[in-house]
């Protein structure tokens, strides 16, 4: 499709549609949408409106960025805006058929994809590491599950256990996984830089967890 011709309005609506359409083929249950209920009023650049989407993936909870994936207004910007989505899977929670998956933005999920989402759309730089497939790791404070110093910690990465990657119509866009750190794992990466990032991600593989967070779980470092 000659997409040079299309308003704003409408790029935005090919690029979300074939985004979905992309998503709800990974997924077993239907995507439905969270509107932005978090955020500082004068938020981060997102390509466009910052949202996300609700689902399961293999019966398990899913979170998913749908926005830092959108064309720029400016034409001379990529149309895939950011080049990636963010995606959130835990066993936590559990969606029941028929119980609104509003109910999601009650759990820490979707503060901790929020911040991680926002964080990202601050940092487009952080966003090209991520796209050559360096792990990154943020810290920050979600009430929810913080530990004794107040900060929680995510490892981001190139999922190896699901499908990586979708194609829109604007063209290949990355999905990235955010895996809740253990408190033991936040203070073991101190120092280590990408190495030790790395070191923790095959850890993680190794011991099962791979892209999935969990509120409670062993640590994977000594």
Request: aromatic share 6%; net charge negative.
């Amino acid at each position: 499709m000659n997409t040079t011709a299309l308003s704003y309005a409408d790029k935005l609506e090919l690029a979300a549609g074939s985004r979905q359409q992309a998503l709800q083929q990974l997924f077993d249950y239907p995507l439905f949408s969270l509107t932005s209920l978090m955020g500082p009023v004068d938020g981060p650049d997102w390509p466009s409106d910052a949202a996300w989407l609700v689902s399961k993936l293999e019966g398990e909870a899913c979170l998913i960025s749908d926005g830092l994936s959108d064309p720029w207004v400016e034409p001379d910007r990529p149309q895939t805006g950011l080049g990636l989505e963010v995606l959130l899977v835990s066993s936590d929670f559990q969606l029941v058929e028929g119980e609104s998956a509003m109910v999601m933005a009650d759990t820490w999920m979707f503060p901790m994809i929020a911040e991680i989402s926002h964080t990202l759309a601050c940092y487009p730089r952080l966003c090209s590491k991520l796209l050559a497939a360096e792990p990154l790791s943020l810290r920050f404070n979600i009430e929810h599950i913080k530990d004794g110093r107040g900060l929680v910690g995510a490892l981001l990465h190139q999922p190896r256990d699901m499908v990586s990657q979708i194609d829109t119509e604007f063209g290949p866009v990355q999905l990235i996984a955010a895996t809740l750190l253990t408190g033991k794992e936040l203070s073991w990466l101190v120092g280590k830089g990408e190495e030790g990032r790395r070191q923790l991600l095959e850890r993680l593989y190794d011991a099962g967890v791979g892209c999935r967070s969990l509120g409670r779980r062993a640590s994977v470092v000594e």
